[in-house]
């Protein structure tokens, strides 16, 4: 079990995360800025399955829905499965190399953008340029900087 020491870093990553998750951007940066709260939350996933689960995703989701002011659900649907997945699969991709992890960092957060992509879709005129699934790759490019960071953030609140 965490201690309350062992769950600040968590905490505060993913506050981190929700605020540049808000951060407003110029409209030609938006499609490079990662997906801060889906990387987060698959990290802490990975390294506390038990803890960070999908009712972990579905609550961070509607934080995001509420943060954006976009339609109740639409995100709290994709992280609630991203959270599944990482819960299904974390030993599997804690064991892989993160050459490869970054490869299905890049998937979950294909699969993140195509959900909201959909629901949005649905509900009016959006329409999908190839430019919208750049956060995915640009996920990928810097998880390995981001997981080695989490880590080390982990580790040094875990030994205090």
């Known amino acids: 079990m965490l201690s309350v020491l062992g769950s ?9 995360a929700l605020f540049l998750t808000g951060v407003s951007l110029p409209e030609q940066f938006v499609p490079y800025w990662p997906d801060w709260i889906v990387l987060v939350l698959i990290y802490w996933g990975m390294a506390y399955p038990g803890r960070v689960s999908v009712f972990s995703g579905w609550l961070l989701g509607l934080l995001v829905d509420v943060m954006h002011g976009s339609l109740l659900g639409q995100n709290a649907l994709a992280l609630t499965l991203i959270s599944y997945t990482v819960n299904v699969l974390h030993l599997r991709m804690r064991m892989s190399p993160l050459l490869q992890q970054s490869f299905f960092i890049m998937f979950l957060v294909a699969v993140h953008l195509g959900i909201t992509a959909w629901i949005r ?4 005129v959006f329409v999908v340029t190839p430019m919208y699934w750049m956060p995915a790759i640009i996920s990928g490019v810097i998880w390995p900087v981001l997981f080695v960071m989490l880590r080390d953030v982990r580790r040094s609140g875990m030994t205090r």
């Open 8 to 16: 600040f870093p968590l905490f505060l990553t993913v506050l981190i």
């Open 121 to 124: 879709g649905m509900t009016g």
